[in-house]
């Protein structure tokens, strides 16, 4: 369904950011795209959606394509026609506004009212939470409570391909594992996922393949069993080695840069 094919991204004429990335996402699936702050992750969504020229950014080398099209020029807006949707880093709701106004506000695209109501009515279904809401302020909601809302406003697009943006963040671990359950049914009715995170244990324990990036590259592809279980993986990204703990931090750059493009 996704096919992002050597792609490369310069912000302002001068930075270059991603350096030949290529990644898959087919139909029905959930792909994790996984690295620390500064990676490349959120540029990749951005290149993917459209979004790069409001960050002065340009893909400069490089194709995307989607359900067989080429996409890497098309506007934002028609990318979304096509079933493309994103959930932002930092929820991105619209706080002053009542939950249903949030949803309205996603279905913006439906101009078909009975598309709207089917929509409504399933998001409704799926997060019973929202329902019991519908006319609460949105600011005043709990941060997993907001980070629902800001999926549930996506879906209301009826998207074919849900791209979410470290979705965990800033959440306690009972509400990581409610995010990650409502990624699972979202793809069980059959919207594709691709979920960038630097939570890995989190992203790799629901999708079906994974992708690492380190400082604009992908440097590490695979199943997201075999990602899950590999030692570069479960020491950089999971604090484990050899079961024991390790710091994050105490890690060179450089020794895993060695061993990874080795």
Do not use: C
Request: overall charge positive.
């Amino acid at each position: 369904m996704l096919e992002v094919s050597n792609l490369e991204v310069v912000y302002k004429d001068v930075v270059v950011v991603l350096r030949g990335v290529s990644l898959e996402a087919p139909e029905g699936s959930i792909v994790a795209l996984l690295g620390a702050n500064g990676a490349g992750k959120t540029t990749t969504a951005r290149a993917i959606t459209g979004l790069l020229d409001v960050h002065e950014g340009e893909v400069t080398k490089g194709s995307i394509r989607f359900a067989g099209k080429d996409i890497t020029r098309r506007l934002p807006s028609e990318r979304v026609r096509m079933g493309i949707s994103q959930v932002m880093e930092g929820r991105r709701i619209f706080a002053e506004m009542t939950v249903d106004e949030n949803l309205a506000a996603g279905s913006y695209i439906n101009r078909d009212r009975n598309a709207s109501r089917r929509a409504h009515d399933r998001v409704m279904t799926l997060f019973p939470t929202l329902a019991e809401r519908r006319s609460q302020v949105a600011g005043y909601m709990s941060g997993g409570e907001q980070q629902v809302l800001a999926i549930a406003r996506a879906l209301m697009q009826s998207p074919r391909l849900m791209i979410l943006d470290e979705p965990s963040l800033g959440l306690a671990p009972r509400l990581v594992e409610l995010i990650a359950e409502v990624i699972v049914e979202i793809n069980r009715q059959g919207t594709a996922v691709l979920l960038i995170e630097q939570n890995a244990r989190m992203a790799l324990s629901i999708a079906d393949h994974g992708y690492v990036m380190e400082n604009g590259k992908v440097v590490m592809e695979g199943a997201a069993e075999k990602l899950l279980a590999d030692e570069d993986v479960q020491e950089f990204y999971l604090g484990l080695r050899a079961g024991e703990r390790k710091s994050f931090r105490e890690v060179k750059h450089y020794k895993r840069r060695k061993r990874w493009l080795s």
